[in-house]
Nanobody, 119 residues
Framework: QVQLVESGGGLVQAGGSLRLSCAAPGRTFSIYAMGWFRQAPGKERELVAAISRSGGRTYYADSVKGRFTISRDNAKNTVYLQMNSLKPEDTGVYYC????????????WGQGTQVTVSS
């Protein structure tokens, strides 16, 4: 089982920035692709960014391209999501997840971290 602990959310005005972190304790972190998902109120959870095991490949949803940056530090077992130029539609609970590839995710979810962007 993969343990995932998200942090860094908060309340920010539109145009502001936040940096989310996801810690995944354990020696197996580097064997997984990592992704950030978000769930807005009344909507399904969606993948917003993903990064390969080595960090050499990334994926971004169209809605966040150019504004969000995913990165990882395998030495610290941590994946990050830098969010700039935030918009009210970015509001939601953000979760990280791990998987064998960038389009195949495990069914382990942390508690998530709330991001609220005010207009």
């Amino acid at each position: 089982q993969v343990q995932l602990v998200e942090s860094g959310g908060g309340l920010v005005q539109a145009g502001g920035s936040l940096r989310l972190s996801c810690a995944a304790p354990g020696r197996t972190f580097s064997i997984y692709a990592m992704g950030w998902f978000r769930q807005a109120p009344g909507k399904e959870r969606e993948l917003v960014a993903a990064i390969s095991r080595s960090g050499g490949r990334t994926y971004y949803a169209d809605s966040v391209k150019g504004r969000f940056t995913i990165s990882r530090d395998n030495a610290k077992n941590t994946v990050y999501l830098q969010m700039n130029s935030l918009k009210p539609e970015d509001t939601g609970v953000y979760y990280c997840n791990a998987g064998p590839s960038m389009n195949n995710w495990l069914d382990y979810w942390g508690q998530g971290t709330q991001v609220t962007v005010s207009s």
